[in-house]
């Protein structure tokens, strides 16, 4: 039987941006409508799209090898002792940033710390983690389940809301407050422990995740080179940012040199000029995919 790793892959928000990641990896996924199962350019995995809170679930129950998700969902299904995390990978549908679960009410409620939830409604989509951290609160609530929409649901229909938040834009739209944070949860790649264990499926997993990490790294980072007189070297160099360590080889004329170092790329629109007025010429800046380290 041939080897293949069975990768779950998040359906929704984090549908497009999964698949620029793993664009940017090397990897070419494509989805077509209606369908569970998305090529990938790899005959050795076979994706299959699953919602991110249903991840953790399949992964432990061994219907997937590996899968990514959020580490909120890991924890809302109760797997955190079940399935093996393999690596962190910090991307969401708007930002870089880790997403909040956080408690929230209207701006006019008198709910201002956990033990004011005593006796109220609150309406969220992780449950589970709701009722755990009441619990560690010596606090007692109805917290009921929610499909969606959970911001609109005060003051009417809840009394607060444990709903979760990038910008928090979203729950200022709604005139709602943050009382605390309940969670902060990142992506993880998480896999069976089996399938973890398995010499082929484990190098076939961690080969990925290099690939993933390193462009994720190479994220907002562009490259620079540039031919530079040996004699303008230092000041060359003086104009580069502190932390950066440029290589700078030899040249077939023994009094120029060629730095090539990488950097923010918001930064070059500002550090180009100087470089320039600093000796440098033939200056050239270029997109990067991926960064290994």
Known sequence: MDKVLKLGLPAGSLQEATAELFRKAGYKVTFTS????PAIDDPEIHC????????????RDGSLDCGLTGHDWVVENDAQHAVTELAELVFSKVSRRPVRWVLAVPNESPIREPKDLRGKRIATEVVNIT???????????????????????????????????????SLRANNLRIVCDLLTSTTRFIAHPDAAADPWKRQKMDDLILMLKGAMAAEGKVGLMMNV???DLEKVLAVLPALQKPTISALSDP???DVMTILDEDTVRHLIPKLKAAGACGIVEYPLNKIID
């Open 48 to 59: 299959t799209l699953i919602r991110a809170q249903e991840m953790a679930r399949y992964v």
């Open 255 to 257: 009094e120029w040199a």
């Open 34 to 37: 209606r369908s569970y199962y």
């Open 229 to 231: 007189r040996k004699a």
């Open 131 to 169: 009722r755990k951290w009441l619990a560690s609160h010596g606090v007692e609530a109805n917290v009921e389940f929610s499909w969606g929409a959970t911001e609109v649901k005060p003051p009417r229909l809840a009394d607060a809301i444990v709903e979760v938040t990038e910008t928090g834009s």
